[in-house]
């Protein structure tokens, strides 16, 4: 059976057995299950060792839960336009989280007059914080990993 050529992005017809012979050159296993399975060791995750996945929880720890304080603040504080950012209790809140709520209101505009981006940021933390910390989480499983 003949497989019809089809151009690549540079114009020049794309060959599906020159992937194979490519594969084989640079001796990478053909099947996509083999490839995966010697790329999993290489993951950074993977390479840490118990004592590094408990530091590493140890900081992320306070910090994500810092960061879900503060844009919860900024979520109150959103209810409240006329208040004075730059004035002592309330830049607290503000000095740390508005450089990343700048880009993400280029993204994501207010809706109905709503900056929706604080709300945005604190699921993305909370999403980490339990991917990464939580009960469950990829760096207490490898914490808790015995050699």
Known sequence: MKIAASPSISGKPFDPHSVSEILRVIDMPE??????S???PKLVVADLDP???????????PFL???SFLFIVR????????????KFPYVLAYAPTEPILIPTRKLIPPLGGVDVTPVV???????LNEILIGPQGLLVLLSQQVN
């Not at 099947?31 to 995966?36: D, E, L, P, Q």
């Open 31 to 36: 099947t996509s299950h083999t490839a995966v």
């Open 65 to 67: 839960a810092l960061f």
């Open 51 to 61: 004592a590094t996945a408990k530091l590493a929880i140890a900081f992320l720890g």
């Open 121 to 127: 940021w604190f699921g993305l933390i909370s999403f």
């Open 75 to 86: 979520i109150v504080m959103s209810w409240y336009p006329k208040i004075p950012v730059g």
């Open 38 to 40: 010697n790329f999993m």
